[in-house]
């Protein structure tokens, strides 16, 4: 069993910065493919990055694409998102997630943590 916890959320100004962190406990964290995900107020949970156990592969939603980096440190078993640029539409509750297969559909994902909110103000 895998257990997630986030952490690096918080409230900024458009245009800002933040680096959310997920740290992995109770399993290989290298055998994981690991993801971000977001979800707003009212709207379904969503896919944001994703990357290879290695770190060799990631892949990003377009919203996002060009503002976030998804790392990964195997040897701190943590994940990382860091986050430029940031958008009033990036305001969302971010979770990370671990499968054992490199992917960016949602429901495949086996692990999650309990989330950690970012509001981006105008």
């Known amino acids: 069993q895998v257990q997630l916890v986030e952490s690096g959320g918080g409230l900024v100004q458009a245009g800002g910065s933040l680096r959310l962190s997920c740290a992995a406990s109770g399993g290989t964290f290298s055998n994981y493919a690991m993801g971000w995900f977001r979800q707003a107020p009212g709207k379904e949970r969503e896919f944001v990055a994703v990357?290879?156990?290695?770190?060799?592969?990631?892949s990003y939603a377009d919203s996002v694409k060009g503002r976030f980096t998804i790392s990964r440190d195997n040897a701190k078993n943590t994940v990382y998102l860091q986050m430029n640029s940031l958008k009033p539409e990036d305001t969302a509750v971010y979770y990370c997630a671990a499968h054992r297969s490199y992917s960016v559909r949602t429901n495949v994902y086996d692990y999650w943590g309990q989330g950690t909110q970012v509001t981006v103000s105008s």
């Open positions: 990357i290879s156990w290695s770190g060799g592969s990631t």
